[in-house]
């Protein structure tokens, strides 16, 4: 099975704009799971998605959103960027929400650089 | 809230030598703890999880232990070996639908 896809792998933007990331799951894979890796806080939970549903969400301002697709695909969009939402975005997928064996499958994660 | 700590930031031992990396967490026992490696510039890959009934999980070299009094699972390599290097992370989730929380990892260098 392919891994889980994230595009794009970089990007680059200025404060103020907005941008949309796009994560492909594992296919069979229904929960789809955003993190924010920075160095100074390490790995930070966004939201979670299962078949559609915004499951759970982590403490980020309403700037940051997400949606999930009938196909699982998932995509997250942050408004008014800030200096401080340059981070690596990890998608994570898993074949249930809250299983007890819900390995989660990372991507190769999305390089946000806001200038 | 529930916190998640991995106590040492970088860890550097020789090569063949045993790894044993800490993880702490506080307020109630999670329902099972998960220790993931990340290399640089790639997303964390999953190695083992243990179970909060399990004591001990094995994999190859790897061992994962889970202390409900301490509160505590220790994560070790046996015979590391240079390709090992990497950043080790552990996260939990409590059951049913809660978050998934991660530690700040724990960069491992083993030293030829």
């Known amino acids: 099975k392919a891994g889980v896809t994230q595009t794009p792998r970089y990007l680059i933007k200025t404060r103020g704009q907005q941008v949309t990331l796009s994560c492909s799951p594992i296919?069979?894979?229904?929960?789809v799971s955003w993190y924010q890796q920075t160095p100074g806080q390490g790995l930070q939970f966004l939201f979670e998605?299962?078949?559609?549903?915004?499951?759970n969400k982590g403490n980020f301002p309403g700037r940051f959103s997400g949606r999930q697709f009938s196909n699982s695909r998932s995509e997250m969009n942050v408004s008014t960027l800030e200096l401080g939402d340059s981070a690596l975005y990890l998608c994570?997928?898993?074949?249930?929400?809250?299983?007890?064996?819900?390995?989660?499958?990372f991507g190769p994660g999305t390089r946000l650089t806001v200038l | 809230s529930q916190k998640i700590e991995q106590n040492s930031e970088a860890l550097n031992i020789q090569e063949g030598k045993t790894a044993t990396l800490t993880c702490n967490y506080t307020?109630?026992?999670?329902?099972?703890l998960q220790w993931y490696r990340q290399d640089p510039g790639r997303g964390p890959v999953f190695l083992l999880l243990?179970?909060?009934?399990?004591k001990e999980k094995r994999k190859e070299r790897l061992k994962v232990t889970f202390d409900t009094t301490l509160k505590q699972s220790l994560f070790h390599i046996t015979a590391s070996q240079p390709a090992d290097s990497a950043t080790y992370l552990c996260?939990?989730?409590?059951?049913?639908?809660?978050?998934?929380?991660f530690g700040t990892g724990t960069k491992l260098q083993v030293i030829p």
């Open positions: 994570a997928s898993s074949e249930l929400a809250g299983g007890h064996t819900d390995t989660q499958y």
């Open positions: 296919s069979g894979h229904r929960s």
């Open positions: 998605y299962f078949s559609e549903t915004q499951r």
């Open positions: 307020n109630y026992s999670p329902a099972y």
């Open positions: 243990i179970r909060e009934n399990e």
């Open positions: 996260a939990r989730r409590t059951g049913g639908y809660q978050k998934v929380t």
